[in-house]
C-alpha cells in the first residue's frame, strides 16, 4: 500500500544538513542529463492564481514523480501559505504509487537547500553579512539553509510589512536583526536572498557592491521580475535550468539576459563549468524550482519515513 506523508513526517525526515547535498546531487544529475524532466506545466486559472504540474523521472534514486502545486499570493490575506502542493511517487518498473507527500514543506525546504549549494560554489569564502528581503516561509528557510555553508556574523531582515517583520526578527536569534529599509539591508552585504513575491523589482543596482552573491527565488513568471535589468547585465548569471530560465523568468527575459546565462547550477557543482572567477565579481542565482528537487527531496523522506516507522499506509 502507498504511504501517507504529512508535512510532519516530512519535516522529521528532512534535516537541512542532509537535504543540502542530495540537492546538490540531484542538480548535478540534471544538468549532466542524467534525468528525465519537462519545464513545468503552469496554468493561470484565476488572476494571478497558478496551478502547476511538475514531473521528473531521477534513474539515479530509481524514483519518478510528480508535484501538483497552487501558488495564490492573495493566500496571505486569510493566513494561508501562498504555495501550497503535494508530491506523488512512483515505482519506475511497474508504475506502483508509492507515496504521497505534503509537498509544501518540501518546496520551502528544497528551495533553500538549493540556494545554499548556489552559496557554496558562487558566494566569497569571507562572506560575513547576508540580507533576506522578504519575511515569510522562504525567509525562515533560507536563515536555516545559508549558515550551514557560510558562517554569517550578521543577518539583516527588511519587509515591507513590519508587523511580520517584527515577528520574523524576534524569533531569529541574536545575529539577526531588522533593517530600516531594503536599502539599508543590502548595502554592504556578501550574500543578498531576494524572497518576494513582488512583481517588479525590490533592489537598486546600485545598492549592490563588488562581489555580493544575489539569490532570487521570487518572481518565477515570465511577467515577474525581482531584479534591475542594470544589475543583471552586469553579474555572472546563473540558473538552475536554461530551459526554465529562458521562457519562465521575467528576470531573464525582460532583461533580455537569456544569451548572457553563464551556467547552470548543476554544472558548477560538477565542475563542468566555473563559477565566481574574482572577489569583487557580482554573482546572480536565479531559482526557478525544478521538479527533480522534489523528487529527490520525497523520495529521501519516503525511504527515512519507511526506516523509521513514520507515515500512514493508505489503501486507494
Known amino acids: ?39 513545468r506545466t503552469a496554468i493561470e486559472y484565476r488572476p494571478a492564481a497558478y496551478f502547476g504540474l511538475m514531473p521528473a523521472y531521477d534513474p539515479a534514486s530509481e524514483l519518478m514523480g510528480a508535484k501538483l502545486l497552487t501558488f495564490i499570493p492573495a493566500n496571505l490575506n486569510y493566513g494561508l501559505p501562498t504555495h501550497q502542493a503535494v508530491i506523488v511517487l512512483f515505482h519506475p518498473e ?52 545559508l549558515p550551514l555553508v557560510r558562517d554569517f556574523r550578521e543577518i539583516r531582515v527588511w519587509s515591507p510589512t513590519r508587523a ?4 520574523f526578527v524576534a524569533n531569529a536569534g541574536p545575529r539577526v536583526h531588522a533593517a530600516a529599509s531594503a536599502e539599508a539591508a543590502v548595502v554592504g552585504a556578501d550574500v543578498v536572498v531576494l524572497a518576494t513575491n513582488s512583481t517588479t523589482p ?20 515570465p511577467s515577474h521580475h525581482e531584479l534591475p ?11 538552475d535550468s536554461r530551459a526554465a530560465a529562458i521562457v519562465e523568468s521575467g528576470d531573464v527575459i525582460l532583461s533580455q ?60
Open 1 to 39: 500500500m502507498p504511504l501517507w506523508l504529512s508535512e510532519s513526517d516530512v519535516h522529521a525526515s528532512l534535516p537541512m544538513s542532509d537535504l543540502i547535498p542530495a540537492m546538490e546531487r540531484a542538480l548535478a544529475g540534471f544538468s549532466a542529463g542524467a534525468v528525465v524532466q519537462p519545464v
Open 94 to 145: 511497474t508504475g506502483a504509487l508509492l507515496a504521497v507527500a505534503d509537498g509544501r514543506y518540501i518546496t520551502e525546504a528544497r528551495t533553500a537547500a538549493v540556494s545554499a549549494v548556489s552559496a557554496r560554489y558562487l558566494a566569497r569564502e569571507d562572506a560575513g553579512i547576508l540580507a533576506i528581503i522578504g519575511s515569510g516561509v522562504q525567509a525562515h528557510s533560507h536563515l536555516a539553509a
Open 164 to 167: 511580520r517583520l517584527d515577528q
Open 202 to 221: 525590490v533592489i537598486e543596482d546600485a545598492w549592490i557592491g563588488p562581489g555580493t552573491h544575489i539569490i532570487a527565488v521570487g518572481a518565477c513568471r
Open 229 to 239: 535589468a542594470t544589475l543583471m547585465a552586469r553579474s555572472l548569471l546563473v540558473v
Open 257 to 316: 539576459s537569456q544569451d548572457r546565462i553563464h551556467a547552470e547550477l548543476g554544472e558548477i557543482a560538477s565542475g563542468a563549468k566555473s563559477g565566481r572567477t574574482s572577489a569583487s565579481q557580482i554573482t546572480i542565482f536565479k531559482s526557478l524550482g525544478l521538479a527533480i528537487e522534489d523528487v529527490v527531496s520525497a523520495g529521501l523522506a519516503y525511504r527515512r519515513a519507511l526506516a523509521g516507522g513514520h507515515g500512514a499506509e493508505v489503501a486507494l
